[in-house]
């Protein structure tokens, strides 16, 4: 468990304050979802769940992240939706070998058609 100094939303690139990301899930306290209720929009013309967190740091309150090894995917874009469902399929037993042999088919037909 790592104690959070802050948080920025959707950082310009090359601005990031650090090599650690949220990844959306969260145990909050309802101090959060009280700040979210006051929150304006930030990042993207949107109300930040982000924002409200960090409104915790601003006044003291201790918020703390977990660091995890593992592969994430970034489920806000359609690419990163698609990975993120053929990354769990492959990691099922009961469906890697059918999803497999459909991904190759896929591929060998993609290049026949070059």
């Given amino acids: 468990?790592?104690?959070?100094?802050?948080?920025?939303?959707k950082p310009a690139p090359?601005?990031?304050?650090?090599?650690?990301a949220v990844i959306g899930r969260y145990i909050l306290s309802p101090r959060v979802l009280q700040n979210l209720n006051k929150m304006k929009s930030g990042a993207g013309g949107e109300i930040q769940l982000t924002d409200a967190i960090a409104e915790e740091i601003n006044n003291?309150?201790?918020?703390?992240?977990?660091r995890f090894r593992g592969?994430?995917?970034?489920?806000?874009?359609?690419?990163?939706f698609l990975q993120a469902t053929v990354s769990f399929g492959l990691a099922r037993d009961e469906l890697k070998d059918e999803l497999?042999?459909?991904?190759r088919e896929i591929i060998s037909l993609d290049k026949a058609a070059e």
């Fill in 71 to 80: 592969q994430r995917f970034d489920c806000g874009s359609k690419a990163g």
């Fill in 60 to 66: 003291d309150r201790d918020v703390y992240g977990f």
């Fill in 14 to 20: 090359g601005t990031a304050p650090s090599n650690l």
């Fill in 100 to 103: 497999s042999r459909y991904l």
């Fill in 1 to 9: 468990m790592v104690s959070v100094n802050g948080m920025v939303e």
